[in-house]
Nanobody, 125 residues
Framework: QVQLADSGGGLVQAGGSLRLSCAAS????????MGWFRQAPGKEREFVAA????????YYGDSVKGRFTISRDNDKNTIYLQMNSVKPDDTAVYYC??????????????????WGQGTQVTVSS
């Protein structure tokens, strides 16, 4: 079983920036995607962003488009989520995920592959 270690969460003021990281325990073979979901208290899990590892195609949830950027580092088996212009509504636990196939479908249903333990992001107003 692949392990994902997500980190980088914390407390940030509205309008500020934060960068999350997710490191995979090993290199993968084949066509797969990695990305982020988030879940706030009392709310459903929400798709944030995904990246296809093979070609770098990226996908974003509507609420973060233009503010968040997902990227990858092939050598480190790591993805990043750069969060800019954060808002109080961005407050949630952010979970890293990885699954076979394209991340283009993640906005419809969460992937069934590996998940990280989550990292808390709190945005103060």
């Amino acid at each position: 079983q692949v392990q994902l270690a997500d980190s980088g969460g914390g407390l940030v003021q509205a309008g500020g920036s934060l960068r999350l990281s997710c490191a995979a325990s090993r290199r993968f073979i084949g066509y797969y995607a990695m990305g982020w979901f988030r879940q706030a208290p009392g709310k459903e899990r929400e798709f944030v962003a995904a990246i296809n590892w093979n070609d770098g195609s990226t996908y974003y949830g509507d609420s973060v488009k233009g503010r968040f950027t997902i990227s990858r580092d092939n050598d480190k088996n790591t993805i990043y989520l750069q969060m800019n212009s954060v808002k109080p509504d961005d407050t949630a636990v952010y979970y890293c995920a990885r699954d076979a196939g394209s991340g283009s479908t993640w906005y419809r249903r969460p992937p069934s592959g590996s998940w990280g333990q989550g990292t808390q992001v709190t945005v103060s107003s």
